[in-house]
Every structure is written in structure tokens, then in C-alpha cells.
């Protein structure tokens, strides 16, 4: 049974930072492209950011480039995701998920998803 598993959210002030981490069992996360998603209250849910296997490379959605920053550790088989800079809007519950792929050609859309995690919660407030 696949399961990714979310860790690292919580409360922050606005400006603050927080860690992301997401681990895989029954799964190589290591091989494939893996993504995160979040979806604040009453929202859709949208794609943030995603990291290619193996070149690492990485899209952003405009919303977030520039503050955060996604990265592995295929060693570890953990998926990272740094937030800076944290906006109250940032405030959402976010999934790691991957679509089973080896490369991003970009932030994947939800209808790709073959695995997802049950979210980890950032609340940004002061």
C-alpha cells in the first residue's frame, strides 16, 4: 500500500518560514517526479511546485516563485518544501503527490495525481 506522508507544517508569522518534508512507503519516491499541492479553505486545490527525479529540475507556480523552494534528498527518499517569506493567503493544508512521471514539464494539474499524501497544515497569522 502506497502512502506519502506530510511532515514540518504548523503556525508562523506572516514573514516567517517553515520546512516541508514528505516520505514515501510502499513507494520509490526516489524515481519519479513529485510535487506539492495546497488548497486553502473554501479553494480549489492548486499546484505549487515540482521536482524532476533524477536532473532536478523544478517549476513553481507564480504565486509562490521566489519564496519557496523545493528539493530532494533521493538518499533519504524525502521531497522538501522550503517556505519563505510566508503571506497569510499561504495559510492551507499542503500535499505532497505524485503523478508517477520521471520529469516536471511543469506543476502538474490535480487529474494527473496518482498518489497523495494527507497534508500537512500551514497556518500564517500573526
Known amino acids: 500500500q502506497v502512502q506519502l506522508v506530510e511532515s514540518g507544517g504548523g503556525l508562523v508569522q506572516p514573514g516567517g518560514s517553515l520546512r516541508l518534508s514528505c516520505t514515501a512507503s510502499?513507494?520509490?519516491?526516489?524515481?519519479?517526479?513529485v510535487s506539492w499541492f495546497r488548497q486553502a479553505p473554501g479553494k480549489e486545490r492548486e499546484g505549487v511546485s515540482c521536482?524532476?527525479?533524477?536532473?532536478?529540475?523544478?517549476y513553481y507556480a507564480d504565486s509562490v516563485k521566489g519564496r519557496f523552494a523545493i528539493s530532494r534528498d533521493n538518499a533519504k527518499r524525502t521531497v522538501y518544501l522550503q517556505l519563505n517569506s510566508l503571506k497569510p493567503e499561504d495559510t492551507a493544508l499542503y500535499y505532497c503527490?505524485?503523478?508517477?512521471?520521471?520529469?516536471?514539464?511543469?506543476?502538474?494539474?490535480?487529474?494527473?495525481?496518482?498518489?497523495w499524501g494527507k497534508g500537512a497544515l500551514v497556518t500564517v497569522s500573526s
Open positions: 510502499g513507494f520509490n519516491l526516489e524515481y519519479y517526479a
Open positions: 503527490a505524485t503523478d508517477v512521471t520521471l520529469y516536471c514539464l511543469r506543476v502538474p494539474d490535480v487529474d494527473a495525481i496518482h498518489y
Open positions: 521536482i524532476s527525479n533524477s536532473d532536478g529540475t523544478t
